[in-house]
């Protein structure tokens, strides 16, 4: 990259951070580069007004990434390309190409470009990604090695290549890989993790323990490499070590799903979760403090191997040696809960103050237990108690209130709630969806457009929005073309959403395009290959096209699959008239 795009890209950052909040400043900018654009012919340009053209164009491809819009992030960093044609500017262009979801044309526009620039590191790194996920493995591997030729120290191949690795089981493969990767960038922590993740699960601890040390040493407050190190000292008889480490662990948030789902996985990475299990029961015994971060983490396994029982005695043994600690309280509840019960559970998590952090996540726990009872003017009763109280922040009492309400056919009383939470947090995005997608419930359809209008000024990027809006105008045959462009901005943002896809396809059905609603519902079910309304859509499709057989297995297929009771009746009644009007197999 010459002198001048090193400097522009310096003056780029200072311009992205001044606009992150200013976006009628990047609007400007953005204007005046599509104004000049067409001034005057390219080719007539001179080099430095190509340059500096070249540089509003990556500028706004930048924005458009930090917004996640990957359609126009490409056609930014394009024009840039275009203008100061570079291996940067071309990486650019391609990743941005493979984030809106258009891997195939990326790959095949990666292959081009890499004859122009062969030793560029970063262009032969996304060749050999773009491969390995198109399944071309072998032909990714050839890539990402020729990569780490001609830049070792970067870790983005040796990643990808641990990954092809392991998911062909061949883990010692990837042991290689990854100490190459720690031997070319030493202070790599994720490295020394997976060496020592990689050790544990080919059963050679003492091996893991150093690497699983470095990775602690580098990172001590990531709750893997914590967990890594802990089972690493665990496994080599060091139980007493292990204590403190399980301790800092425990003092993370118990609420926090992602993460124990996180441990749970890494504990079946590293082997089976029974062993795991028979060395967390031996480290509690020989705690000298009660070993409580060992007993939340044995509760946590014990709750994915289905054992509630040993489970809830844990966490309650636990609770009676704790009985001032609000995580442990909140565990404890949690531990009756899966064994049912329920009493205890509520009586346990109401000793849980309202100072606590605990105490919202205690309270609708409480409420999710008098709902599953049936007891639903009681879970209202609370509900209406914090939205009045306002103790701890009310919008998630307003959504399980709405639900009840809906639940017991009071949409009204839905919507009531909903709109007088929208009064008190007006800027609460999350509230003003909710009321639409009631709206829709009660057929009240034009306050529902407006609802989700209202959403997408205030959130442009609310891809669920988006989506909504796009395909309840597909359901009602009108505004086609708003429809195609709503959604395909929902999947700029998340390109891969299988409910997305199918709201594209069947867009294009209506519009009598079935080649295309085709391609479109066929990558949807890959996504989702159960969901009932895909594979009745694909059925539509099948029928259109008269193909009777293939509509039938669909319909067949949509019937067993996953439908809301609202669909299912509709996907059986069409599964018969089509099998009365249609001479098919049975």
């Known amino acids: 990259m010459s002198y001048g795009w090193s400097s522009f890209l310096f003056l780029v950052m200072i311009y992205l951070t001044s606009c992150s909040t200013v976006s009628p400043k990047r609007d400007k900018v953005e204007k005046i580069a599509i104004d000049k654009r067409d001034e005057l012919p390219t080719s007539l340009w001179s080099p430095s007004k190509r340059e500096i053209y070249a540089g509003y164009y990556f500028m706004i491809g930048e924005y458009k990434s930090l917004e996640r819009s990957w359609v126009d992030a490409n056609r930014w960093y394009e024009a840039a390309y275009h203008l100061d044609s570079n291996s940067f500017l071309a990486w650019k262009s391609i990743s941005s190409l493979a984030q809106s979801g258009r891997l195939t044309d990326a790959m095949y526009r990666a292959k081009k470009i890499i004859l122009l620039y062969p030793r560029d590191m970063r262009l032969r790194t996304l060749y050999g990604q773009l491969l390995v996920r198109m399944g071309m493995i072998e032909e990714g591997v050839r890539e990402l090695e020729k990569s780490l030729v001609l830049d070792p120290t970067q870790t983005e191949p040796y990643l990808t290549l641990i990954q092809v690795h392991e998911y062909q089981q061949k883990p010692r493969k990837a042991l290689v890989v990854a100490k190459d990767l720690v031997e070319k960038n030493p202070s790599y922590s994720d490295g020394w993790s997976i060496i020592a993740r990689l050790y544990l699960a080919t059963k050679q601890p003492s091996n893991a323990l150093y690497p699983a040390k470095m990775a602690y040493d580098l990172m001590s407050n990531d709750p893997e490499k914590v967990l890594v190190y802990a089972l690493a000292l665990e496994m080599n008889g060091k139980s007493r070590k292990a204590v403190g480490l399980y301790e800092a662990l425990f003092r993370l948030n118990p609420t926090n799903n992602e993460l124990i789902a996180r441990m749970v996985r890494l504990y079946n990475q590293i082997g089976d979760l029974e062993g795991a299990v028979e060395l967390l029961k031996e480290v509690s015994k020989r705690s000298d403090t009660g070993g409580a971060g060992a007993k939340v983490q044995l509760a946590i396994l014990l709750w994915e191997l289905k054992r509630f029982d040993q489970a809830e005695k844990t966490l309650s043994d636990l609770h009676k040696q704790y009985p001032d600690s609000d995580r442990v309280t909140y565990m404890a509840g949690l531990g009756q809960e899966k064994v049912k019960a329920f009493e205890d559970a509520i009586a346990t998590y109401n000793k849980i103050d309202s100072a606590s952090p605990f105490y919202r996540h205690a309270q609708l726990r409480v409420i999710g237990i008098y709902r599953s009872l049936g007891k639903q003017e009681k879970s209202l009763e609370i509900i209406n108690f914090h939205i009045a109280n306002k103790r701890v922040d009310p919008e998630d009492f307003y959504s399980l209130g709405a639900s009840i309400y809906s639940d017991q056919g009071k949409p009204d009383n839905a919507i009531s709630l909903l709109k007088q939470g929208m009064d008190e947090n007006p800027d609460s995005v999350g509230l003003i969806f909710l009321l639409a997608v009631y709206y829709e419930k009660a057929d009240k359809k034009e306050d529902c457009v407006a609802t989700l209008r209202l959403v997408i000024e205030k959130d442009p990027r609310h891809s669920s929005a988006l989506n909504y ?80 057989q293939k509509a039938l297995d669909y319909y067949r297929r949509a019937v067993k699959g996953r439908l809301d009771d609202r669909d299912r009746g509709r996907v059986e009644e069409k599964l018969r008239d089509f099998k009365n009007t249609n001479a098919v197999s049975s």
């Open 469 to 548: 809006l796009g395909y309840l105008f597909a359901e009602q045959g009108k505004n086609l073309e708003e429809a195609e462009n709503l959604i395909t901005k929902a999947l700029e943002i998340k390109p891969r959403d299988g409910f997305y896809l199918d709201s594209l396809g069947w867009v294009y059905y209506k519009r009598k395009n079935y080649r295309k609603a085709l391609e479109i519902l066929l990558q949807a079910e890959a996504v989702l290959p159960t969901e009932g309304v895909i594979l009745e859509h694909l059925g539509d499709v099948y029928k259109q096209i008269r193909q009777p």
